[in-house]
């Protein structure tokens, strides 16, 4: 089975700018969650989408937004960029919504630096 | 409200050596979920276990060993005989079953080990 596929990898962006990151769950997969990683914050939850409904949403502000598809794919979008934005994001997706205790599995991230 | 402490930013450790990654964690709920996730330099995340807080038996896998507590709110990771390609950030998470955070991870800061040869 492949594994969680994250597109760009590598992404260069200005500020005020917007970009969509894209997702490609594991095959079978509904679950689709979002984190942003940067050294100051460490690892944190952006959203989770099932089903294509946002079923959960961290604590960011609303310039980011995602949407997931029926095929379960997601994208991410970060309008009016800033300097702070600059991190790695990561999906990961899971069989199922979560109680909890569902393993996710992690794709390789999308490396956003905004200049 | 919940939180996880990984308190060791750095470990440097000499190849051979065994070496405990400290985990601490806060929650109201009863039922939780702790794991813990490997990052290489590559940046994937790795999933290496997952606990659930009503089985505090330690666990086992080749050179990875993790320990339990609830009495300490801890959930330790021991590599016995440590090598090079263990050289990552590792993280500690923590998932509610029912809190404001269910279904999502809490990720402590992560400790970056160097496995020195």
């Known amino acids: 089975k492949a594994g969680v596929t994250q597109t760009p990898r590598y992404l260069i962006k200005t500020r005020g700018q917007q970009v969509t990151l894209s997702c490609s769950p594991i095959s079978g997969h509904r679950s689709v969650?979002?984190?942003q990683q940067t050294p100051g914050q460490g690892l944190q939850f952006l959203f989770e989408y099932f089903s294509e409904t946002q079923r959960n949403k961290g604590n960011f502000p609303g310039r980011f937004s995602g949407r997931q598809f029926s095929n379960s794919r997601s994208e991410m979008?970060?309008?009016?960029?800033?300097?702070?934005?600059?991190?790695?994001?990561?999906?990961?997706?899971?069989?199922?919504?979560?109680?909890?205790?569902?393993?996710?599995?992690f794709g390789p991230g999308t490396r956003l630096t905004v200049l | 409200a919940q939180k996880v402490t990984q308190a060791q930013t750095e470990i440097s450790v000499v190849e051979k050596e065994d070496v405990t990654l400290d985990c601490v964690y806060e929650t109201r709920d009863t039922t939780y979920y702790l794991f813990w996730y490997k990052q290489p330099p590559s940046g994937e995340l790795v999933f290496l276990i997952r606990r659930n807080s009503f089985d505090e038996q330690n666990e086992?896998?080749?050179?990875?060993?993790?320990?339990?507590?609830?009495?300490?709110?801890?959930?330790?990771?021991t590599i016995t005989a440590s090598q090079v390609v263990d050289s990552a950030v590792y993280f500690c998470a923590l998932s509610e079953a029912m809190g404001g955070s269910q279904g999502n991870l809490i990720f402590g800061k992560g400790t970056k080990l160097s496995v020195k040869p």
Not at chain 1, 84 to 96: N, Q, T, V
């Open chain 1, 33 to 35: 969650s979002w984190y």
């Open chain 1, 77 to 105: 979008n970060v309008s009016t960029l800033e300097l702070g934005d600059s991190a790695l994001y990561l999906c990961a997706s899971s069989p199922r919504v979560g109680q909890g205790n569902n393993e996710q599995f």
């Open chain 2, 60 to 77: 086992i896998s080749g050179r990875y060993s993790w320990n339990f507590q609830k009495s300490t709110s801890s959930f330790n990771f």
